[in-house]
């Protein structure tokens, strides 16, 4: 489900670029989680996620040739019809990180248009869909510009390295359905610099795996990633928790080829409370949970026990909680998140979703 509404902009602001190109990139939800990076955004272990299908964020970049080059990157970005000029330190140090891959981009001007497919007051995670997005816009204007014909193989390994350089786990939404960023043992062509498609046939069970987010804080919020990743630094728990998080991956890995329900979530849930975990045990720490996440946990809990259904939970860095369950079961499972969890979002609702293919050129 793609939006081809119209942007919010007026034509005659884009009238005077040339050419534009337009791409659409889901969200996507770690199941092993990237928390802690070296520089330059680079993961200190792997993560594996499942790509997402509805919560996307859709960019037109237009762009025209300067009338004289300086030694500047001349963008304009709205978000949603209106200029949002919070977002332009985050770009200007995005564009100066992918210059050396990008080296047209000081030629040219560019007019950014990027509006989300879910609420910008949700608490949703925007920059994995954002950064996804405009990485492939400025992949696909290198090769209009510079004839560049790429293999659709580096078309993607280019996205998801530019991305990664905006947001790390945007590296993980140019692709799907199940994607992994970082040097991992068991994954071929597995690298920290770009995410590949996990390489082995995927038990049934996960086809159109759903993931119903429920909204249960939409505010800011209180700490960044960026802020989250810096003080793994100096973590007591770093080194352990890098070497769970590799050693999580195997296993998951084989989850996902064997269909092992029980195993999974016994990962999954494990790997959401442990970067919890590492942020409750932060200097200075933070608590991200709200008393309404815990809430639904235990219900989500008491549901599995008592129906056998193979459902389980995951958490960002966020208090929403993402609901993961197989197709097989949405209709009981809708039902139990109608009558219960919805409760316990106070009326915000949630958002449902499923595992889908990454970035489209619509
Ligand atoms: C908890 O990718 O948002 O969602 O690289 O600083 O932009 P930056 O961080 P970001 O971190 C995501 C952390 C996470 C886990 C994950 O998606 O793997």
């Given at each position: 489900m793609k939006s081809n509404t119209p942007f919010?902009?007026?034509m005659s602001k884009i009238s005077s670029f040339i050419d534009s190109v337009t791409y659409t990139a889901p969200s996507n939800i770690a199941l092993i989680k990237y928390w802690g990076k070296k520089p330059v955004q680079l993961p200190c272990n792997a993560s594996l996620s499942f790509t997402l299908n509805n919560c996307h964020t859709k960019t037109r970049v237009s762009y025209k040739k300067k009338e004289a080059i300086n030694d500047e990157f001349n963008f304009q970005f709205f978000f949603e019809g209106a200029p949002k000029p919070s977002f332009e330190p985050k770009l200007q140090s995005f564009f100066e990180r992918i210059e050396a891959y990008c080296p047209f981009l000081k030629e040219y001007e560019f007019l950014i248009e990027s509006e989300n497919s879910f609420p910008h007051s949700s608490g949703i995670a925007s920059s994995a869909s954002a950064m996804a997005a405009l990485a492939s816009c400025l992949v696909a204007i290198e090769s209009k510009i510079e004839g560049t014909d790429f293999t659709t193989a580096e078309k993607n390994q280019k996205a998801s390295r530019l991305a990664r350089l905006g947001s790390g786990s945007a590296a993980r939404s140019i692709e799907g359905p199940i994607m992994v960023w970082g040097k991992h043992d068991l994954v071929t062509g597995s690298n920290d610099d770009y995410a590949v498609v996990f390489d082995k046939p995927i038990a049934p069970i996960f086809q159109n795996f759903q993931d119903t987010i429920l909204?249960?804080?939409?505010?800011?919020?209180?700490?960044?990633?960026t802020v989250g990743?810096?003080?793994?630094?100096?973590?007591?728990?770093?080194?352990?928790?890098?070497?769970?998080?590799?050693?999580?991956?195997?296993?998951?890995s084989k989850c996902l080829v064997d269909g092992d329900m029980e195993t999974f979530i016994k990962i999954v849930e494990h790997e959401a409370l442990s970067l919890h975990a590492m942020m409750l045990t932060s200097d200075p720490y933070f608590i991200l949970l709200k008393p309404n996440t815990l809430k639904a946990i235990e219900?989500?809990?008491?549901?599995?026990?008592?129906?056998?259904?193979?459902?389980?939970?995951?958490?960002d860095a966020g208090a929403n909680l993402h609901v993961l369950y197989p197709n097989s079961h949405k209709k009981e499972v809708l039902h139990f998140i109608d009558n219960v969890l919805y409760l316990i979002t106070k009326g915000q609702g949630y958002i449902c979703d499923y595992i889908g293919n990454g970035v489209e050129n619509i």
């Open positions: 919010k902009m007026s909204l249960i804080d939409k505010g800011e919020k209180q700490v960044s990633s990743h810096g003080l793994m630094k100096n973590h007591p728990f770093a080194k352990q928790r890098f070497l769970e998080a590799n050693k999580n991956l195997s296993v998951l219900e989500i809990r008491a549901f599995r026990k008592k129906t056998g259904i193979n459902i389980c939970f995951t958490l």
